[in-house]
């Protein structure tokens, strides 16, 4: 289906058009970005798999949300918000960028350093939403630099802990982990209201009868193209070293969109969350 409304931008997965005042369209593309690059081949029905996921947890989750409804595979209508510059990670496993803060003592969790260990209870881990490169940021970061006042931020903290645990329940009854979640809300008349996409692409899933703490898991989410993209960037980093031309380590963007800056370089790697991801990739 050929999306319909006025093209406005790109994101790094999704295209977004206008409809009126009130409302926009997300296309799904099946584009798929690893450390915050757009990559050069898309994956078939990618998309299509965000899309349908974003529209499954939308329906069943019980809270208010921007979906209005799915058109045809791709297209999801959805209410025009102002979103909130956070991003809302929450982990229930010590993995990612999360282990590396850890072990550089930068975070203080009561957890035993074991890659993939169960958190006590889910940890909120919020990263500032920038054009530039999302940080770790924290909640008194997030109040006092206006990007929530404290009883917004209140409530977004809880609604995203509940959300994960909703979520993991459901996971856990299809036979799935869900690691970590990534959400964004926004707000509409001066409501605060759940926004953007929940699928592979928000979280990391780990097959329950594969989990073992310890070593990297197997996941049903983008980790395996992470190590992908790593294996080759570190395969470019070996031919510059010996003096050859490191030429793909920016990922241009597809013609005829507007992507700002931010996906066309790659400023250092990093996860869906948009943090440090590589202590859960073998080889780091
Ligand atoms: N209801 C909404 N109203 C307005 N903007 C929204 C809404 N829901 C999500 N968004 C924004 O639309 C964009 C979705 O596109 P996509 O996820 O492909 O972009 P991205 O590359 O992750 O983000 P960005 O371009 O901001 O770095 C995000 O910037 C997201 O914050
Ligand atoms: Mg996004």
Known sequence: MKPRGTFIRSGKVKDIYELDADHL?????????????????????KGEVLCKLSAYWFETLG???????????????????TMIPVECVVRGYLYGSLFERYSKGEVSIPVEKVLAAKLPEPYFDPTTKSEVKDEPITEEGIVSEGRMTAPELKEVKG????????????????????ADLKLEFGRRDGKVVLGDSIGPDEFRMWPAD??????????????????????????????????????????????GTDRPGKQQVRPHLRDVHGQEALAAVPGR
């Not at 369209?25 to 029905?45: E, G, H, K, N």
């Not at 949300?65 to 918000?81: L, P, Q």
């Not at 959300?163 to 869900?178: E, T």
């Open 25 to 45: 369209l997300f296309y799904f593309t099946d584009r798929v970005s690893a450390f915050d690059v757009i990559l050069p081949s898309t994956i078939p029905r």
């Open 63 to 81: 809270v208010p949300n921007h979906m209005v409804g799915v058109e045809g595979t791709n297209a999801m209508v959805v209410r025009k918000m």
């Open 159 to 178: 609604s995203t802990i509940s959300i994960y645990n909703k979520m993991s329940q459901r996971a856990a009854q299809a036979g799935f982990i869900l």
């Open 210 to 255: 594969k989990y073992a703490p310890g070593k990297s898991q197997d996941s049903y989410d983008k980790q395996p193209v992470r190590l992908a993209d790593k294996r080759r960037l570190q395969g470019e980093a070996g031919k510059s070293a010996e003096g050859r031309r490191a030429d793909s380590a920016t990922a241009p963007a597809p013609a």
